[in-house]
C-alpha cells in the first residue's frame, strides 16, 4: 500500500430502492440518472479524484446492469464510429478510467449496510477505505471525499461524514454525539435512527465514511439491530470502544437522492448548472413562477 493513501472504495448498491418503486422494480435505484449521468456515476468520480484505484461494488440483483455500464462496449463504440458520431464516444467510452480496477461482490441477502460493508473485507485486506452511499448526492468545491481524506492523512482515524439535520428528521439517519478535542468532533456516541428525544444530536452521518480495516472485526460480531439489519452504525460503535473516530462536517450541499423530493432538487440544480440545457432550463423555470 502507498503510505497513508486509500486505494479502495466500497460502494454498497444492494439496497432494493423501494422508495422509487416501480421505477426501481427493475434498475437499481444507483442508476437513476441525474441529468445524463447515473448515481453511481458520480460516486465512482468523487471517489477516483479522492485517490481510490479499486473501487468494490457490494451488488444485489443490480450487478448486470452496473458492470454493464461501467464496462467498454466495443460493439456501441463500434457503431458510432461507422454512422460518424464520434463526438459521443468519449461519453460512453473509458467512464472508468484504464488503471482503475472494478470488483464486484454478490451480497446474497439484503442483509444491512454493515453486512454489505462485511462483503468487502476479503476485497479490501487489512487497508483503510472508504464507503460511499451513491444516494446521498453531494456536491461543492471541493468533492466530499477528497476533504476526507485530507483530513485522514492528518489524523490517521476513520471518518464519518456528518451534516446538521432538522432534529424531527433523526428517525432517517445515524446520529453522533461528539466532543470537541483540539479542533477535531470525536465521536463519542453513534445510534442508527434514533427517535428525536433519544438523539445525542443533529448531527447525522451522510453517505460518507473513511473505515479503518478494525471496522470488520466489529462488524463481524454485531447482531441485527434497526430494521432487523446488521448496522454499520453498530458496528461502528464497538469501534468508537477502541480507537478515536472523527466526525466532519463538510462543505458542499447533499441532496438525499434516495427521496423523490431531494431526487428532483438535484435532477433541477444539477441540470441548471449543466452546460447544454442550463440556461434554457432557468428560463423555463422562471417562466413557471
Ligand atoms: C444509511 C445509514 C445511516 C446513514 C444514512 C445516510 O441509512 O444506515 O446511518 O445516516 O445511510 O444516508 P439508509 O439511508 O440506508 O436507511
Given amino acids: 500500500m502507498s503510505k497513508g493513501k486509500i486505494r479502495i472504495a466500497v460502494f454498497p448498491v444492494a439496497g432494493r430502492g423501494t422508495r422509487f418503486f416501480p421505477v426501481t422494480k427493475v434498475s437499481p435505484k444507483e442508476m437513476l440518472p441525474i441529468v445524463d449521468k447515473p448515481l453511481i456515476q458520480y ?4 471517489a477516483i479524484a479522492a485517490g481510490a484505484k479499486k473501487l468494490i461494488f457490494i451488488t444485489g440483483n443490480s450487478q ?5 455500464h461501467f464496462e467498454n462496449n466495443l460493439e456501441l463504440e463500434k457503431a458510432l464510429i461507422q454512422s460518424g458520431k464520434e463526438s459521443l464516444l468519449s461519453l460512453v467510452k473509458e467512464i472508468i478510467p484504464s488503471d482503475i480496477k472494478c ?27 472508504f464507503v460511499h452511499l451513491a444516494d446521498d448526492l453531494i456536491s461543492g468545491d471541493v468533492p ?3 476533504q476526507m481524506r485530507s483530513h485522514f492523512e492528518m489524523h490517521k482515524v476513520s471518518i464519518v461524514g456528518v451534516e446538521h439535520i432538522d432534529l424531527s428528521e433523526s428517525e432517517k439517519y445515524g446520529i453522533v454525539g461528539t466532543e470537541k478535542n483540539n479542533g477535531v468532533l470525536q465521536v463519542t ?12 444530536s443533529n448531527l447525522a452521518v451522510v453517505g460518507r465514511y473513511i473505515l479503518k480495516p478494525e471496522i470488520f472485526s466489529k462488524l463481524a460480531k454485531t447482531s441485527k439491530g434497526v430494521g432487523n439489519e446488521i448496522q454499520l452504525t453498530d458496528g461502528i460503535s464497538s469501534l468508537i470502544q477502541e480507537q478515536p473516530v472523527h466526525a466532519l462536517p463538510f462543505d458542499g450541499i447533499r441532496y438525499d437522492c434516495g427521496s423523490k423530493l431531494g431526487y428532483l432538487r438535484a435532477t433541477i440544480e444539477y441540470g441548471i448548472k449543466h452546460p447544454d440545457v442550463g ?8 417562466r413557471l413562477k
Avoid: M, T
Wanted: charged share 25%.
Fill in 103 to 129: 470488483v464486484y461482490i454478490n451480497q446474497k441477502k439484503p442483509l444491512g449496510l454493515g453486512h454489505a460493508v462485511l462483503c468487502a473485507q476479503e476485497a479490501v485486506g487489512n487497508e483503510p477505505f
Fill in 64 to 68: 448486470d446492469v452496473l458492470k454493464s
Fill in 144 to 146: 466530499c471525499l477528497v
Fill in 189 to 200: 456516541k453513534i445510534i442508527e435512527k434514533p427517535l428525536p428525544k433519544d438523539a445525542p
Fill in 279 to 286: 440556461s434554457r432550463l432557468s428560463e423555463y423555470i422562471q
Fill in 43 to 46: 460516486a465512482v468520480e468523487e
